[in-house]
């Protein structure tokens, strides 16, 4: 199992990302996918999820009706559309998905919201 995150960076507050996650190694369009965030001194926290098939997704309280999780199973990756950013939104972005109970994670990618 292979997961990578891109599309991190800086943007100011009230700006948008869209973050992508390439998965390989498993058949992707039969598991669901998830995007968890660990700021500095806190712990990962989940902040999206969507069904193997992209028919039901949940989020965070702190992020609904800003983000929005998506995946393209022709594509094998998954999206995490992140619109009004906060300075709270600041973390490392990790792509998720678990099979056989087992978790496995891509390297992360930064977002930093800031002036």
């Known amino acids: 199992v292979r997961l990578v995150e891109s599309g991190g960076g800086l943007v100011q507050p009230g700006g948008s990302l869209r973050l992508s996650c390439a998965a390989s190694g498993f058949t992707f369009s039969s598991y669901a996918m998830r995007w968890y965030r660990q700021a500095p001194g806190k712990e990962r926290e989940l902040v999206a999820s969507i069904s193997y098939a992209g028919g039901s997704t949940n989020y965070a309280d702190s992020v609904k009706g800003r983000f929005t999780i998506s995946r393209d199973n022709a594509k094998n990756t998954v999206y995490l559309q992140m619109n009004s950013l906060k300075p709270e939104d600041t973390a490392v972005y990790y792509c998720?998905?678990?099979?056989?109970?087992?978790?496995?994670w891509g390297q992360g990618t930064q977002v930093t919201v800031s002036s």
């Open positions: 998720n998905t678990r099979r056989n109970s087992i978790d496995y």
